[in-house]
């Protein structure tokens, strides 16, 4: 990702990111980055990645292009200078330089980490409501209909935020043979815990995770894309605090949304002993709960902020108190 500022002549000024490996700038609708002034061409420039490194390339634009990096200025006009490495405060001085327009990079972020081999990815978007339950392949398949439905019907008046994920999470685990845990992750920072819900002789049981979280890049992916994804061999350099194991065979994994916002993230972990633990189709089922699901755990969290909120105002309240009793004794 790369992030940055456009300043036009008259002081109106833009922050845009973008994810892309090219952003082309120009006055043409084709471009990324769409700049409205006269002596900017249709196709003027392009930031590129190459690596870990970001370059500035002009595309023999009319006017030409300026970089500068505090004092020190130089030209690109796309034949003897074809391009120059961009650093975070560069700005780029485009078209006419008495009244140029400007391009600041204000930040770059490092390439996005690999998540795993996707082998299926299923749209989050339009599949919420009881028409995606109807409309969707397990529609006919009595066992899967009734338990999410009969799953939707109990979590109506199911407000304790551990019961709602218990409910969810055994229910995730029922129709997935080949699932070994469920991790539920209703923030991305590390404010909240993220809690797992694993199979025990006889049941489930949750285990909450405070120092851990899922993958970032992975959380974001689901976040940007809007997708539920089924990936194959996570990669070996998981960092020290993710609650994924590098080796695991299969995760499905699929992001939370409560009206157009991101509050969260469902994964659900395949048992190493098989050497397939999800197929394809799997993935729908697993788009299918959590986009039910979604606003029971929004709300289930909700309450349980609430919650903390109103007891710790009770403890305040309650030191308060005892703090005015003892002044009173002591002026006695």
């Known amino acids: 990702m790369i992030r940055v500022r456009t300043t036009l002549p008259d002081g109106a000024s833009t922050d845009r990111r973008f994810h892309e490996e090219r952003v082309t700038i120009g006055r043409a609708p084709g471009n990324l980055l769409i700049v409205a002034a006269n002596k900017v061409s249709s196709f003027h420039g392009q930031i590129h990645r190459r690596g870990a490194s970001v370059y500035y390339q002009d595309l023999r634009s009319t006017n030409g292009s300026l970089h500068e990096r505090g004092a020190c200025r130089t030209a690109v006009d796309g034949v003897e200078t074809v391009q ?118 006889g049941g489930v049981e949750l285990d909450e995770q405070s120092h851990q979280m899922l993958p970032s890049n992975l959380v974001e992916r689901l976040e940007r894309e809007r997708e539920a994804l089924l990936i194959h061999d996570l990669p070996r350099d998981l960092p020290s605090a993710s609650v994924l194991r590098s080796g695991w065979r299969s995760v499905l994994a699929a992001p939370l949304f409560h009206e157009e916002q991101a509050v969260g993230a469902l994964v659900v972990v395949g048992r190493d002993s098989l050497p397939s633990p999800f197929s394809s189709d799997e993935i729908e089922l697993c788009t299918l709960v959590a986009t039910q699901t979604a606003a029971a755990l929004y709300n289930a969290n909700l309450h349980e902020r609430l919650r903390q909120a109103e007891q710790r105002l009770r403890d305040e309240n309650r030191f308060l108190r005892e703090s005015a009793a003892s002044s009173t004794r002591f002026d006695e």
């Not at 140029?100 to 299923?122: C, I, K, Y």
């Open 84 to 201: 120059v490495e961009l650093l975070v405060g560069d700005r780029l001085l485009l078209g006419d330089l008495s009244e140029p327009v400007v391009v600041e990079l204000l930040e770059v972020e490092a390439p996005e980490a690999s998540v795993g081999t996707v082998v299926a990815q299923h749209a989050v978007a339009g599949f919420t409501g009881m028409s995606a339950i109807t409309h969707s392949r397990f529609a006919s398949t009595e066992k899967v209909l009734t338990a999410v439905v009969d799953l939707l019907h109990g979590l109506t008046c199911e407000l304790d935020l551990r019961g709602t994920i218990r409910r969810i999470g055994a229910l995730v685990l029922r129709l997935l043979d080949g699932a070994e845990n469920v991790w539920f992750q209703l923030a991305t920072t590390r404010a909240e815990p993220v809690i797992c819900v694993r199979r025990v002789a």
